[in-house]
């Protein structure tokens, strides 16, 4: 278990409609990244979140969008759904790495995902 | 532009021999290189990482060797296990100090240990 927590799990909907991931950090972890998998693909990075502030974008279509929130969990919008945007998403967190002390091994730790199925 | 690509996209090999699975980068500012292992239907978990100030990193049955001029790394795993079958994700970070952590990833090479 990572401690990263990603709801729903499974998201089945119709072209044209809109959906939102959630995702809860690890206790502690400030900053939340956002990954996108498609069929045989490696993990695309979306964009990232540092204590509610957009930190990092990456390849995230103008129809995605996300917010990380005061308690730092974080959601991903997806909207006028289309058949390509059914992935596995994925939610990763870090910690501080600004801390005094704190080694950077560059690891992220990641929720299980939330599949989207597009029909 | 794939800045992290894994060639192999499967690999087969017995109970007990080494795996080697290879990962090629294009971004020489990368400082941070990482393995991540996954499972159908769950999250990548973290296996290894290595600096871009050594050559070397060790942990137990996994080994991870850079190779900076090369601009290429590799995961040994020996000895192999049925356990270990699974995806493997080489990933690469340019922290540099920076605030984000965020990694690329290779496309991934599929691990089948035979029993």
């Known amino acids: 278990d990572s401690g990263v927590t990603q709801t729903p799990k499974h998201l089945i909907t119709a072209t044209g409609q809109r959906v939102t991931l959630r995702c809860s950090p690890r206790?502690?972890?400030?900053?939340v990244y956002w990954y996108q998998q498609s069929l045989d693909q490696g993990l695309q990075f979306l964009i990232q979140?540092?204590?509610?502030?957009?930190?990092a974008k990456g390849n995230i279509l103008e129809r995605f969008s996300a917010q990380q929130f005061p308690d730092l969990h974080s959601e991903l919008n997806l909207s006028s759904l289309e058949l390509g945007d059914s992935a596995l998403y994925f939610c990763?967190?870090?910690?501080?790495?600004?801390?005094?002390?704190?080694?950077?091994?560059?690891?992220?730790?990641f929720g299980e995902g939330s599949r989207l199925t597009v029909l | 532009d794939q800045q992290v690509k894994q060639n192999s996209p499967s690999l087969s090999v017995q109970e007990g021999r080494i795996s080697i699975l290879n990962c090629d980068y294009t971004?020489?500012?990368?400082?941070?290189f990482l393995w991540y292992k996954k499972y159908p239907a769950e999250g990548p978990t973290f296996l290894i990482s290595?600096?871009?100030?050594?050559d070397k990193n060790e942990d137990g049955r996994f080994t991870v060797f850079l190779n900076k001029s090369a601009k290429h790394l590799s995961l040994h795993i020996v000895p192999s296990q049925p356990g270990d079958s699974a995806v493997y994700f080489c990933?690469?970070?340019?922290?540099?100090?920076?605030?984000?952590?965020?990694?690329?990833f290779g496309t991934g090479t599929l691990l089948a240990v035979q029993p």
């Open positions: 206790s502690g972890d400030l900053s």
């Open positions: 979140y540092y204590n509610g502030e957009e930190r």
């Open positions: 290595i600096s871009s100030i050594k």
């Open positions: 990933a690469a970070s340019s922290y540099h100090g920076g605030a984000t952590n965020k990694l690329i």
């Open positions: 990763a967190s870090s910690p501080d790495l600004g801390t005094s002390g704190t080694e950077n091994t560059g690891e992220l730790f």
């Open positions: 971004n020489s500012m990368f400082d941070y």
